[in-house]
């Protein structure tokens, strides 16, 4: 298949490409850059052995993007673009709503004109709010105790794809929920490279491991967890972009959603002792106050994935900390011109 990437220059989207073309896909690659490199793709192409095309433009502009669908002809689509910082998205709601939601818009409009009619979305876990049980399933509660402009436009997003494929029988949308990626591919050229102060844990506990930050703040030792701090269902972004290329294998038509997940919970400290192991060093951390918006515990159960999409996860949390801290100490300013 030939499929359309957006946001194919960042950090899932650069590991989707690599499982791609290992499956045998072609991709067409739109990115605005506005948080990656366009680097991360030349290394990409050194990965895949192919040139992959690319072109510099916003999802949201509809003009730009429907030349690509003129000069290219898709079988599906792969939506990455977003914007995705949390915090930033409570300072800056309508940047975060304009941009996620007039992207998806578009890209869906071009799709149908075009007769494009498969596509799969980024969704998040952060769709379930404040999760009502544990595991969670595509069956659990959503939209339920979404604390910021970001997982609403998520939320907001599914209920658009669902729409879209009630008005339009043929249209196919998966919604990938995934929960905390992290890892990097066993390169070691590509990972993840966030600007500034990392908002997520495991980039964070990296820089701290190669000295670019001094300790690991831990929000909060008094969760009803296993030792206290948050639990998360860590997912390496190798087995997660592989979840792109079995979603893309069992289109079928109307939306449906998956989780993306391994189904076991990591805490904070158990995070940075795997870290600790996989780059030799002592890490050091202090217990600071909870993070606003955080739940205690969210995990989520891959069966409907490892049935109906014939996924699962084979990586290990600890083999993530190994592979994010080879990208991390062999690229220190990650791709160093963004
Ligand atoms: P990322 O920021 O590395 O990649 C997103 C890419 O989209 C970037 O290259 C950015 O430049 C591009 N982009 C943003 N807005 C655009 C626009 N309007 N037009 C064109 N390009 C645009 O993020 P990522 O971690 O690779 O996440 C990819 C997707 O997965 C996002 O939609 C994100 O919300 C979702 N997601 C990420 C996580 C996570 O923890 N990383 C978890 C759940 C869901
Ligand atoms: C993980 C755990 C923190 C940083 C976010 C988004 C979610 C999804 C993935 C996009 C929590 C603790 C963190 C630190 C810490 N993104 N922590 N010190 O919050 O589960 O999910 O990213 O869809 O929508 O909300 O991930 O990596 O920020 O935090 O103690 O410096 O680490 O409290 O328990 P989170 P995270």
Redesign the pocket.
Same mark, same amino acid.
């Not at 690991?216 to 909060?220: A, C, H, L």
């Given at each position: 298949m030939n499929i359309l990437v957006t946001g194919g220059a960042g950090y899932i989207g650069s590991h989707t490409l690599v499982e791609l073309y290992a499956a045998g896909h072609t991709a067409v690659v739109v990115d605005n850059l506005s948080n990656s490199s366009q680097e991360s793709l030349r290394r990409v192409e050194t990965i895949v052995g192919a040139n992959i095309p690319f072109v510099q433009l916003d999802v949201a502009d509809r003009t730009a993007l429907a030349a690509v669908f003129a000069e290219h002809k898709f079988d599906a689509a792969i939506h990455f673009a977003g914007l *995705?910082a $949390?915090g930033e998205s409570v300072a800056k709601p309508l940047a975060y709503y304009r941009n996620n939601i007039d992207s998806t818009l578009a890209l869906v409009e071009l799709m149908l004109e075009n007769s494009v009619n498969n596509l799969v979305f980024s969704s998040?876990?952060?769709v379930y709010g404040d999760p009502a049980e544990l595991p969670l399933t595509e069956q659990s509660r959503v939209g339920v105790g979404i604390t910021n402009p970001?997982?609403q436009t *998520?939320f907001m997003i599914e209920q658009i794809l669902r729409d879209v494929c009630v008005a339009n029988p043929q249209f196919s949308a998966t919604l990938l929920r995934?929960f905390?990626p992290v890892g990097a591919h066993p390169s070691g050229t590509i990972g993840e490279d966030p600007g500034g102060l990392p =908002? =997520?844990?495991?980039p964070?506990v990296t820089q701290v491991a190669i000295g670019k930050l001094d300790s690991? *703040? $831990?929000?909060?030792n008094d969760y009803d967890t296993v030792d206290g701090?948050?639990v /998360?269902d860590y997912i390496h972004v190798v087995d997660l972009a592989r979840g792109h290329i079995a979603a893309l294998g069992h289109m079928q038509p109307g939306a449906q959603a998956y989780n993306l997940a391994t189904g076991t919970g990591t805490s904070?400290l158990e995070l940075i002792a795997a870290v600790e192991q996989a780059a030799s060093k002592n890490i050091p951390y202090e217990v600071v106050a909870r /993070?606003p918006g955080?739940v205690a515990a969210?995990y989520a159960s891959p069966a409907l994935a490892n049935t109906e999409l014939s996924w699962r996860a084979d990586l290990t949390i600890q083999q993530a900390c190994v592979d994010s801290w080879r990208w991390q100490s062999q690229n220190p300013h990650g791709y160093e011109n963004h």
């Open positions: *995705k $949390v998040s876990a952060t970001y997982g *998520k995934y905390n =908002n =997520n844990l495991l964070y690991v *703040k $831990v929000f909060g701090t948050g /998360r904070v /993070r955080d969210c």
